[in-house]
């Protein structure tokens, strides 16, 4: 793997989270579960970044993985 991650793609997931829930979020962009963590960075410098939902809300998480602020989008995407 590179470096850098991957893009799965340049617009952020739009996903539904629940409150006190714990995500994996990818942060290789290399999982199959996007954008999710399924363990594919194994073997490599990246790790998922755990994060807990403070409410049940839809949010955006990046899909580029270029995001300042992860796991959330924060429209660097624009810029790529």
Same mark, same amino acid.
């Given at each position: 793997?590179s470096?850098? $991650?991957?893009? $799965? !793609?340049? %617009?952020? *997931?739009? #996903?539904? #989270?629940?409150?006190?829930k714990?995500? %994996?979020?990818?942060?290789? +962009?290399?999982?199959q579960? !996007?954008? *999710?963590?399924? +363990? &594919?960075?194994? +073997?490599?410098?990246f ?7 403070e /409410? &049940?809300r839809? &949010?955006? %998480?990046? +899909?580029?993985k270029? /995001?300042?602020?992860?796991p959330?989008?924060?429209? &660097?995407?624009?810029d790529?």
């Amino acid at each position: 793997m590179s470096k850098q $991650p991957k893009s $799965p !793609q340049k %617009l952020p *997931y739009l #996903v539904d #989270v629940e409150k006190n829930k714990s995500y %994996l979020w990818c942060s290789c +962009g290399e999982s199959q579960s !996007q954008p *999710y963590c399924d +363990g &594919t960075h194994r +073997g490599s410098d990246f790790k998922p970044i755990r994060f807990k939902a403070e /409410t &049940t809300r839809k &949010t955006s %998480l990046c +899909g580029c993985k270029h /995001t300042k602020n992860p796991p959330y989008c924060d429209g &660097t995407h624009q810029d790529l």
